[in-house]
């Protein structure tokens, strides 16, 4: 049983596009949704929540369906230094420490 | 802003020796995590702690023992290390509360057991 799926990629762009990704959890309880970035040979870091109403942080937009159980990340005017992998998070409980991960899109902006 | 901070960026060690990885956090975070990461596998929880002396089983402890004697500092503790613990393993803190869900990552070790 996987908890959280994502397409693994890569998803190569030129820069100026348009890109998406898409999550799915298994979870129906599942509380909080987040999605958080990794360059190469770095360190997670948090990108962004997810809410239900949807929400937008400059050229990031991401967006919860709940009851399809999906969760998507829309990046506009993709920048090469966009290129990283983005992880798809999960919470399972109310108190939210233990983080379900997924196993991340890898995402390549070319020029 | 929030530092983790991990005892080595790279370690080799042999099959059989006993392994401790170090882990500090100057934030006061009640909780920290310890993954390991892998490709293809992704971010997997080995163990976790939400308080001093505290700790719980994540989804794959076998292998591993963990210590927090002190609030910031996390240890991981390979008992026997084994070639399929070669990994990097990362450590991650965060508060409790509202924002538990913002996890605070080292820089991780790359382990390679020969």
């Not at chain 1, 970035?37 to 942080?57: A, F, H, I, T």
């Not at chain 2, 005892?7 to 993954?35: A, I, P």
Request: proline share 4%.
């Amino acid at each position: 049983r996987k908890e959280v799926e994502q397409d693994p990629g890569p998803f190569n762009v030129p820069e100026g596009a348009t890109v998406a990704f898409n999550c799915t959890y298994s979870n129906s309880a599942s509380q909080s949704f987040f999605w958080y970035r990794q360059d190469c040979r770095k360190e997670p870091k948090l990108l962004m929540s997810v809410y239900s109403s949807g929400n937008e942080d400059g050229r990031f937009t991401a967006q919860l369906n709940r009851a399809s159980q999906y969760i998507s990340l829309l990046i506009r005017d993709s920048k090469l230094s966009d290129s990283a992998t983005y992880l798809c998070v999960v919470t399972p409980n109310q108190a939210g420490t233990a983080l379900i991960f997924g196993k991340g899109t890898t995402l390549s902006v070319s020029s | 802003d929030v530092k983790v901070t991990q005892s080595s960026r790279y370690l080799v060690k042999r099959t059989g020796e006993k392994v401790f990885l170090e882990c500090v956090q100057d934030m006061d975070h009640e909780n920290m995590f310890w993954y390991r990461q892998d490709p293809g596998l992704g971010l997997r929880l080995i163990y976790f702690s939400y308080d001093v002396k505290m700790k719980e089983k994540g989804d794959i402890p076998e292998g591993y023992s963990v210590s927090r004697e002190k609030k910031e500092r996390f240890s991981l503790i390979l008992e026997s290390a084994s070639t399929n613990q070669t990994s990097m393993y990362l450590c991650a803190s965060s508060s409790q509360g509202a924002s538990s869900y913002e996890q605070y990552f080292g820089p991780g070790t790359r382990l390679t057991v020969t």
